[in-house]
């Protein structure tokens, strides 16, 4: 809501609504993997995120989305893994060393 109020002039609750949502979907699989600091940074930049996607895919791509799936559903989907390793805090590639990554271990390693 602060975006589009700074962006606008005014506040609008549809976009508020796609900003929630995309803090859900950017933040749903990378959960397990990520410490809730970075959990709360992937979520705001997903709502600032949700903003200028759907704007994208209006004036750019000439989608007629109205309720913004697309932009909630597959930017976010797209942005929250691909965050997961700048804020979980592990190495960016598991280590073969047993000690490091032992045998089972089941972190996401992109």
């Not at 749903?28 to 997903?46: D, E, K, Q, R």
């Not at 700048?86 to 990554?101: L, M, N, Q, V």
Request: net charge positive.
């Amino acid at each position: 809501m602060l975006y589009m109020w700074l962006r606008y002039g005014k506040p609008d609750a549809s976009m508020t609504g796609n900003g929630l949502l995309a803090g859900l979907v950017a933040i749903t699989a990378p959960s397990g993997f990520v410490n809730p600091v970075g959990s709360v940074l992937i979520g705001v930049i997903a709502g600032v995120l949700v903003c200028i996607s759907v704007e994208f895919v209006d004036r750019v791509l000439k989608v007629d989305d109205p309720v913004g799936a697309i932009s909630v559903h597959g930017a976010n989907g797209l942005w929250g893994p691909s965050a997961s390793q700048r804020t979980s805090g592990t190495p960016r590639f598991a280590s073969r060393d047993k000690e490091a990554a032992p045998r089972g271990d089941s972190r996401c390693v992109f």
